[in-house]
């Protein structure tokens, strides 16, 4: 995974690219030594889906199910 950075970020936004970077990467480590490497289920496009459609944010947990019709059923717990 390669850190694209724009030069014209300020020093709050790089922090928050960086941020999001590393808890993805992060994740993605977490299911690699779980053996998974499922990764069907967008998260920040899930959460968007719930905001729209419950019109709320919610942070989806990284131990949410990858299958996306069984975390939908578990939306209220988020």
Known sequence: MQLDIPDDADEAEAAAITAVFRTLAAEAEAAASQGS??????????????????????????????????????????
Do not use: C, H, K, Y
């Open 37 to 78: 490497t499922d990764f069907s289920r967008d998260d920040w496009r899930f959460a968007g889906r719930i905001e729209a459609l419950q019109s709320r944010r919610v942070r989806v947990p990284i131990d949410a199910p990858r299958d996306e019709w069984a975390a939908a059923g578990r939306t209220d717990r988020f």
